[in-house]
């Protein structure tokens, strides 16, 4: 077993020793903001995207950024060496820090930077050739869903409805309208055309949104941004979603019945090669 080294505020140390005060605004309201970033062969995967979504994340809450972009590079960086695994993923977090309990900022704290690299397994070869089964559900959250906060009850409660009904992620509606999933992006295929909802804020713009868009643009695969209607995801030929830890995954099972053909069709095998290949090429 691999000891993993965190960094917490500057300090690297093992995971185990590593401790928050129970004062930390993240712990107590929420309060913070956090990324996750794939690493393939020791190479960051798409990192300028990532650090310009946590300096977002980060000015949409009001946390003065704690480092510059060398000083975040670094770390990351640094993190990643220190582990064997070829693949990993490095987990970012950044709270308000710690301070006397009271929902207005503290007039004085300093954030708390916590850092963690992990082994990033490949998606089981079972779900990558068969897909994955997903629930719908209404889609309960806040509506600053664009701000990657650590306060993910919303998203907690749902894919536990997921994994309650037998099924590996969720499909949330609101209004009548596909916003994302509990951890990912979620792409309707009709007709050969990939479908996203629009970028705003009732969903997380993946970084695998804008990599997605490339691939298609490349492959020749229309892709559409536009709201997208409960009954065209049930009427799909092809369902999927994205994210830094699953990359792009088919949905053949929708509450219980066979998406399109229930095998991942032609427009996933298409994405998943093109994914790889961007592996390869670093970016
Ligand atoms: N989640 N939407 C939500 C709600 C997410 O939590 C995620 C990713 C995404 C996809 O974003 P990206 O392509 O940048 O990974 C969309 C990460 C992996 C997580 O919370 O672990």
Same mark, same amino acid.
């Given at each position: 077993?691999?000891?993993?080294t965190v960094c917490l505020n500057g300090?690297?140390?093992?995971?185990?020793?590593?401790?928050?005060?129970?004062?930390?605004?993240?712990?107590?309201?929420?309060?913070?903001?956090?990324? &996750?970033? $794939?690493?393939?062969?020791?190479?960051?995967?798409? #990192? $300028?995207?990532?650090? *310009?979504?946590?300096?977002?994340?980060?000015?949409?809450?009001?946390?003065?950024?704690?480092?510059?972009?060398?000083?975040?590079?670094?770390?990351?960086?640094?993190?990643?060496?220190?582990?064997? #695994?070829?693949?990993?993923?490095?987990?970012?977090?950044?709270?308000?820090?710690?301070?006397?309990?009271?929902?207005?900022?503290?007039?004085?704290?300093?954030?708390?930077?916590?850092?963690?690299?992990?082994?990033?397994?490949? &998606?089981?070869? %079972?779900?990558?050739?068969?897909?994955? *089964? %997903? &629930?719908?559900?209404?889609?309960?959250?806040?509506?600053?869903?664009?701000?990657?906060?650590?306060?993910?009850?919303?998203?907690?409660?749902?894919?536990?409805?997921?994994?309650?009904?037998?099924?590996?992620? +969720?499909?949330?509606?609101?209004?009548?309208?596909?916003?994302?999933?509990?951890?990912?992006? &979620? #792409?309707?295929?009709?007709?050969?055309?990939?479908? =996203?909802?629009?970028?705003?804020?009732?969903?997380?713009?993946?970084?695998?949104? =804008?990599?997605?868009?490339?691939? +298609?643009?490349?492959? =020749?695969?229309?892709?559409?941004?536009?709201?997208v209607l409960r009954e065209e995801v049930?009427?799909?030929?092809?369902?999927?979603?994205?994210? *830094?830890?699953?990359?792009?995954?088919?949905?053949?099972?929708?509450?219980?019945?066979?998406?399109?053909?229930?095998?991942?069709?032609?427009?996933?095998?298409?994405?998943?090669?093109?994914?790889?290949?961007?592996?390869? *090429? =670093?970016?």
């Amino acid at each position: 077993m691999t000891t993993q080294t965190v960094c917490l505020n500057g300090e690297f140390l093992p995971l185990e020793e590593a401790r928050v005060p129970v004062l930390d605004r993240g712990f107590i309201f929420g309060d913070g903001i956090y990324e &996750v970033v $794939p690493s393939y062969g020791g190479r960051l995967f798409r #990192w $300028p995207q990532h650090l *310009a979504r946590l300096k977002r994340s980060l000015a949409a809450i009001r946390i003065a950024n704690p480092h510059d972009d060398d000083a975040w590079t670094a770390l990351v960086n640094r993190l990643i060496g220190l582990h064997p #695994w070829p693949d990993q993923f490095v987990y970012l977090q950044v709270t308000r820090g710690v301070a006397r309990r009271d929902h207005a900022f503290p007039a004085q704290a300093t954030p708390t930077v916590f850092a963690m690299a992990s082994e990033l397994a490949p &998606v089981p070869a %079972a779900q990558r050739e068969g897909g994955i *089964a %997903a &629930v719908s559900l209404p889609d309960e959250r806040w509506l600053h869903c664009d701000i990657k906060s650590v306060s993910l009850l919303g998203n907690v409660l749902a894919r536990q409805a997921a994994v309650d009904a037998g099924a590996a992620e +969720c499909l949330m509606f609101r209004d009548g309208f596909l916003t994302e999933g509990s951890s990912s992006n &979620v #792409w309707v295929v009709r007709n050969g055309t990939v479908f =996203g909802p629009p970028r705003d804020h009732r969903i997380l713009e993946g970084i695998r949104a =804008g990599l997605l868009d490339e691939l +298609c643009a490349r492959g =020749g695969i229309p892709m559409q941004t536009r709201p997208v209607l409960r009954e065209e995801v049930l009427a799909a030929d092809e369902l999927m979603v994205s994210s *830094a830890t699953k990359e792009v995954v088919a949905v053949t099972r929708l509450d219980g019945r066979p998406v399109g053909s229930g095998r991942p069709g032609p427009v996933y095998h298409a994405l998943y090669q093109a994914y790889q290949a961007a592996k390869q *090429a =670093g970016g």
